[in-house]
């Protein structure tokens, strides 16, 4: 036995001048150009998010949305979205207004998509109808595309959303410098679609089907930084596949923070000495914990079983291995960490709580301060999927999966935009307007969802009402509230034709002197009928 305790101390640790942290570019936001030559004037949270939502991408997810319409509406399909047999072109002004829609039910949920669109007096005092018509809604949903149709390689699983992931990932980049301590783990994004062949299952986890993603955050803001979608075993390309899984994703994505003196923390899943040395070559140093097999500790830390019935909770242990020294430390259990920066022998003091007798009282604990280190720095992705998760853009679609990933990085958009608002507002606060202290991802959606749906405060008041006037159509056409009551007293399908039409409901309805069902179909009167006329439209699907 030649492991060492507290008694001896190590002399082995790296000088700190020789690990030193010396990133490319300042800690922090990067909007030095932009401010530099008066490009953007940064004020409200729509000017962040415009830095990753560029006119460029609104324009070219227009562009494909139109034409798989098009393409689709010729061939005779969804025809019931198309006005007089032609698809309504997209612009740029109504994508801003269905993000906005999306992101206001983000923070306002409701129990279903029509809900929004109800005439009913709980339902009636939300901005949603007056934005955008229920149909038009859905047939944007239904369409929405970020490749053009010409473009779709189907042999490649991400085809429909690779270019809008290529893109986040660089304005991430771009946008942020991380700090420091940095953190590398997996995300999943929670759907239980089917057909995609990259849905994952793991089973201990709180989301156990879903899409996963590889992750690496900064640990102090929990800024997504890179990432990339896990396309299974045999679809997903490494070089170093013998390596192991862990290794190959963990250079992946740390392939652009080399030589700059980063500190990475991982888990057990990542960490090895086979990794730790690649990065150790490469200026970027490797803290994570070891698996109690795991061939990576040295033969003198092997007995860990034994270990664990002779130590009482707070003993630990050491021993250095060239750059490296491997800390088994004991508190609910034995845990092994491996550090290139840390002293063996170095410790402080964590408080626990532990049962004596009857009662439960908090006692002092030797900590290793490698343990102690990991235990603030390796929550940086945890920190990151505490932002996304806590108000997820998610609208159930049943066959384009792709959708889910499509959400999900306008919620990365979202959440990282956020950060930079809050780190500008920082050296920045009298140049920001209508935010006050407490100003959170809450108050930062709300205030997205107003400006994309071209709101204001003032115009979505309490007392506020959906205004509903009628319009005239070119051709006439069946009455809905005269079809909906007949089927609902079990009576023959009169066919009144009309040419009145109500733009916020998207029905026509007979208005003269004889028959007012356009009165009917907005009064309390004629609850019971809308509800019947709005079975028709829940049976479409998506």
């Known amino acids: 036995m030649h492991w060492r305790d507290a008694n001896v101390e190590d002399t082995g640790a790296p000088d700190p001048r020789t690990v030193a942290f010396h990133p490319e570019r300042q800690p922090g936001i990067q909007l030095g150009r932009l401010l530099r030559y ?10 962040f998010l415009k830095l990753f939502l560029t006119e460029a991408l609104v324009f070219s997810i227009c562009v494909a949305t139109n034409d798989y319409a098009n393409m689709l509406i010729s061939r005779g399909e969804r025809s019931s979205y198309a006005s007089q047999g032609n698809w309504t072109p997209l612009t740029e002004e109504e994508l801003y207004r269905f993000l906005g829609i999306i992101l206001y039910m983000s923070v306002v949920k409701f129990q279903t998509l029509e809900r929004y669109w109800s005439t009913q007096a709980l339902y009636r005092n939300n901005p949603v109808p007056g934005v955008m018509s229920r149909t038009r809604f859905q047939a944007i949903l239904s369409f929405l595309q970020v490749t053009p149709p010409a473009d779709i390689d189907k042999a490649e699983k991400l085809t429909r959303v690779q270019s809008l992931v290529d893109h986040v990932k660089e304005k991430s980049k771009e946008l942020y410098q991380p700090h420091r301590e940095i953190a590398v783990d997996e995300r999943m994004v929670s759907s239980k679609h089917k057909f995609s062949g990259i ?15 590889w992750v690496v955050a900064c640990n102090m803001s929990g800024y997504t930084y890179d990432f990339f979608v896990y396309l299974g075993k045999k679809n997903t390309i490494f070089t170093e596949r013998a390596k192991g899984l862990g290794y190959n994703v963990t250079l992946r994505l740390c392939e652009s923070l080399f030589d700059q003196g980063y500190r990475l923390f991982t888990d057990c899943f990542y960490t090895s000495l086979a990794l730790g040395k690649e990065l150790f070559a490469r200026k970027l140093y490797l803290v994570g914990v070891l698996k109690s097999n795991s061939l990576s500790i040295p033969d003198e830390l092997r007995d860990v079983k034994i270990w664990e019935r002779v130590a009482t909770r707070g003993d630990f242990r050491w ?25 063996g022998s170095a410790t402080t003091v964590c408080e626990r709580t532990m049962k004596s007798r009857l009662t439960w009282n908090k006692k002092q604990l030797v900590q290793p301060v490698v343990a102690n280190d990991y235990n603030k720095c390796m929550g940086a992705v945890d920190l990151s999927n505490q932002f996304t998760n ?13 959708k889910v990933l499509f959400f999900h990085l306008l919620d990365i958009m979202v959440v990282n935009s956020y950060i930079l608002f809050q780190e500008f507002r920082k050296s920045h606060e009298s140049q920001i307007t209508n935010c006050s202290s407490g100003f959170g991802q809450l108050e930062f959606r709300e205030s997205l969802a107003l400006s994309l749906m071209g709101l204001n405060e003032k115009s ?14 070119e051709k006439r056409k069946d009455c809905v509230f005269c079809n909906a009551e007949a089927i609902l007293l079990n009576k023959k399908s009169p066919s009144y034709k009309t040419l009145v039409f109500c733009p916020s409901c998207q029905v026509p309805l007979c208005l003269s002197s004889d028959r007012n069902c356009f009165k009917k179909w907005h009064s309390k009167e004629g609850e019971d009928v809308r509800k019947s006329a709005d079975l028709s439209c829940k049976k479409r699907k998506l």
């Open 199 to 213: 849905r994952q299952f793991i089973k201990d986890k709180p989301i156990r089907f879903g899409i996963k993603l």
């Open 38 to 47: 008066g490009a953007r004037q940064f004020r409200e949270p729509m000017d």
């Open 390 to 402: 806590k108000y997820p853009s998610y609208i159930r679609t049943q066959y384009h999966w792709w």
């Open 460 to 473: 979505v008041s309490k007392e506020s009402v959906i205004q509903c006037i009628p319009e005239f159509l």
């Open 319 to 343: 021993q250095r291995v060239d750059e490296f020294v491997f800390v088994q430390w004991k508190d609910c259990k034995v845990v092994t960490f491996m550090s290139p920066l840390h002293q």
